[in-house]
Structures are given as C-alpha cells and as structure tokens.
C-alpha cells in the first residue's frame, strides 16, 4: 500500500470489471491494489475491482477467488459495474462485450489494437450514443503517452505527419541483425529465446501489429476512420543480411516504420497515406538510435513543429502503466459526471492507395562490368519518370560483375515498383542484391 492519501474520499466507489488476467491484466490488478489509496485521491473516489473475467480461474491463485469468474458476459452486464478494462486481445467475443458495455454507458478501457484498428467506428457510435467513455493509451506504443497528446495536446494544431517504430519486437530483430550481421531467422529465433516475440510471431514481423497501430494514429491525426485494411502493409521477414549490409555501406540502418502523412495532390485536395514497411533511414535520424524492443514516434505539425515520444512499447508492467492512467481519467470524468473527448473523423479525408504515394528507393544491383550497362540501367529509370538522386558503380578485381547502388528522388511507389522489375529483367543485370524504401532527412 503506499503512503501518500491527501484527502479522505467521499464519492461512491467506481466499480471496475477487468476482462482477462494474463500479461497485462496480472499487472492491472497489482497496480489497483499497491496504488488503491493514490487512485482514490487522485480521482476523487475509491476504484474497486469487482470482477476478473478469466477462461481458466484455476490458473489465477494470486488474485482473490470471489473476484474471477468465467462468465464475461455476465460480469459486463452487472448493475454496479462503472468500467470495463479489456485486455484479453482479438476481435470476438471482446467486441460484442465492449459494444455492450458502451452501449449500457459504461465506459472503456482498451489496449486492443487489432480491434480497434478493424472495429473502432462501432465502439465509438456505441460511446457516443450513450454518453460513454473510450479510452486506448496501451492500444499503440504501450506505456508512451501518446494518443492523449495527439488526441488532446495537438487538438489545436493540424498534424501533418507521424512516423515512427511501434513494434518492439520487429525492432529487436532488427537491432540484432544490424548488431551481429545475423539474418533474419537467426534473430528471430533470439527474439523468442528472450521471450521478445510470442509463440505465433505473425502478427509482429507480418506488420499486422504495426498496421493496427498506424490505423489509430492516423484516425487520431487526420481527424478520419482509418481501419487496418486502410494501411499498406509489409513485415521483416523479407529483409536480409545484404539489405542490412547495404544500409549500412551508405551511413543507414533498417527499421520497420509506421507512416502516416497527410498529403495534397495536384488540385489540392487533401488525402491520407498510411503505410507500414521497413526502410533505411541515416543512422543520424532520431529513429535509428531507437534500439531493441522499445518504440519511439516522431510527430510533425505545423504549429508545434517535430516532437518525438519514445520509451517502452509492450510489456505487462509498462502497458498496465497506460491502462491505468485511462482508468484514472474515466473515472475521474464519472465523479465529474462528464465526459473525455470524443471520437473526431470529421475531416473524413480519403485515403491514398500506396501506388499513388511518393517514396523514394534504395535499389543495390548485382550487373555485368561491362561498357553501357548504366546507360541501360539509366534508361529504365528515365522510362518510368522516376528521377535518381544518387549512383555508385564499383568494379571488383579479378571479376566480370561490378555492384551498381541505385538511391532515387520520391517518385509514385507504382512506378518505383514497375522500374525494378524491368531493371531486373534486363540481361546484364546478374542479381537484384537489395530493394529498400529510404525515409527521413539526416539530422
Ligand atoms: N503484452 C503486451 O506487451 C501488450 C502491449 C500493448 C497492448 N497489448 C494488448 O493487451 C491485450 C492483452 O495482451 P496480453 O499480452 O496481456 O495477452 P495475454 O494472452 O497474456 O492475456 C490475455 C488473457 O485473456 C484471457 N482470455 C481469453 N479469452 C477470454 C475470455 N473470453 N474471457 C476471459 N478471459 C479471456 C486469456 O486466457 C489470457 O489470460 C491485447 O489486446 C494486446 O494486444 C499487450
Ligand atoms: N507485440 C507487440 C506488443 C505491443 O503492442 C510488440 O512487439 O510491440
Ligand atoms: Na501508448
């Protein structure tokens, strides 16, 4: 228990049902009780825990047994329940409970991206129409306050970007690829060792958690519902040792980033493009000191300027870190009887596909020393309309091939696609050794 109480409590408790107890939700519940003096004066009413929804309570031996039960469903329908904090993940049967939750004007506290990401619109309606809150600071970059500042802080300013490293645990593989000249499947298999990546690592080094997290920050920036099939796509899996070996050789190191950008075509009519890849960025980038398992993102608006957020993106502790502080402000805003900010999608701005947007590649080529083999190369780029900003050829002794670096201007990522492939095809082109999107400016 801690020691510092300021003032005694008047108002009714505020009865918190938790759904799931596993990495996060073990944390919650001692987080409630060493800090239950703290919390109630600090919102100005005791939070209680009056219910655990688990699937195995057996499994529980050190959380109160009259709390767990099996039925989730009952648990969220209970008359005296005010907060309903989710961390069990996916997509069914939480959604329902949440819908219902909010629908009965319960307030929320989520740290589930994926549902978010895919169902977001529904969860808010349901929040609107009853007068409920939705909170989901551990949903994206875990113990970083985050969303708050985008959704409350920036709520005067016009964001004109976020980018940023919102998976550790594709961050881990990378850090210890760029550390060790290890590939790809050495460094997973480490990730899971230290217990980095989960048993069905997908979701991180497919993009899908990272994608999640993009959706939500650019609904959040741009003021539109932006979902999960909104947000091009790509994971790690593909990068290897060469990739690694390239950035390096030109002063950049590969990370998997999140992109959000607001953009203004030909007519002026403003899009969104958001987008999930690796890429090489300078090693004098903020981003690419940002090593391991934690999470930092850069966010530019006008006003404001550049601000960047970093610290730890997962972890039971860290993560329950957020959850709480969401539990604070719901429960404050009850003992106010008054409400936290709503869902903003107002602006409504489309979407831009990945084809359309501009991006700028590294293209390492294995090709023929032989006279004329740049001009073809040339050729190819000048065909598509994509400018290059740099070239390097050097010749190796004793050898018929000569390695030949590519680096781009921005260009449509359509036509950027299209200049590889027929590059790749050409005769004296012997091997693509490396393709890679190159992001930010040197610092
Ligand atoms: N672990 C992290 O670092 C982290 C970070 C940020 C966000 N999150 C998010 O937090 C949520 C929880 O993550 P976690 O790591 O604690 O997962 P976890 O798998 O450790 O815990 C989930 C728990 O929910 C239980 N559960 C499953 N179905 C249930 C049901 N119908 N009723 C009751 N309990 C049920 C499981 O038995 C498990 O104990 C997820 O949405 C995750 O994306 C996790
Ligand atoms: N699997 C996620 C957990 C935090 O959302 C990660 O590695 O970042
Ligand atoms: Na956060």
Do not use: W
């Amino acid at each position: 228990m801690s020691s510092t109480v300021s003032k005694p409590t008047a108002a009714e408790p505020i009865k918190v049902a938790l759904l799931g107890c596993g990495t996060v939700g073990t944390e919650v519940v001692r987080l409630l009780h060493e800090q239950a003096d703290d919390l109630a004066a600090r919102v100005g009413a005791p939070v209680e825990l009056t219910g655990i929804a688990v699937r195995r309570p057996n499994k529980h031996r050190d959380v109160p047994a009259e709390l767990l039960t099996t039925d989730a469903a009952a648990l969220v329908a209970r008359a005296d329940v005010d907060v309903v904090v989710e961390v069990i993940g996916g997509i069914e049967p939480v959604r329902t409970l949440l819908v219902d939750a909010l629908s009965a004007g319960k307030s929320v506290v989520t740290a589930n991206k994926a549902l978010l990401a895919e169902n977001g619109g529904e969860l808010f309606t349901a929040a609107d129409d009853s007068g409920a809150d939705l909170y989901f600071e551990a949903a994206v970059a875990g113990a970083i306050p985050l969303l708050r500042p985008l959704r409350e802080s920036l709520a005067g300013d016009r964001i004109t970007r976020v980018m940023g490293i919102v998976n550790g645990t594709t961050n881990y593989i990378l850090s210890a690829m760029e550390a060790t000249g290890s590939g790809y499947a050495e460094a997973l298999e480490e990730a899971s060792r230290l217990g980095y990546a989960e048993a069905d690592p997908t979701a991180d080094v497919d993009g899908f958690d990272a994608a999640a997290k993009a959706a939500i920050l650019a609904s959040i920036a741009f003021h539109t519902r932006v979902t999960a099939a909104d947000v091009h796509r790509e994971g790690i899996s593909a990068v290897t040792a060469a990739d690694i070996a390239a950035a390096r050789s030109l002063g950049r190191t590969v990370k998997l980033l999140a992109i959000c950008e607001r953009v203004t075509d030909a007519g002026g009519d403003e899009a969104v493009s958001v987008r999930v890849h690796p890429a090489m960025i300078p090693k004098s980038h903020p981003l690419a000191g940002v090593g391991g398992a934690f999470n930092a993102v850069f966010v530019e608006a006008d006003a404001a300027g550049q601000l960047m957020f970093y610290g730890q993106g997962a972890g039971g502790a860290p993560t329950a870190s957020a959850v709480l502080g969401d539990l604070v402000a719901v429960a404050r805003n009850r003992v106010a009887s008054g409400r936290g900010p709503r869902e903003s999608a107002y602006a409504e701005l489309p979407v831009r596909p990945m084809g359309q947007t501009e991006t700028a590649y590294h293209i390492s080529l294995d090709v023929a020393d032989q006279p004329g083999v740049l001009t073809q190369v040339a050729a190819v780029f000048a065909e598509h309309g994509v400018s290059i900003a740099a070239v390097r050829q050097e010749g190796r002794d004793h050898e018929p091939s000569a390695s030949l670096v590519v680096v781009t201007h921005a260009a449509p990522d359509a036509a950027l696609r299209s200049t590889v492939d027929k590059v790749a095809g050409l005769p004296v082109v012997r091997e693509v050794v490396s393709v890679m999107r190159v992001e930010g400016e040197e610092q």
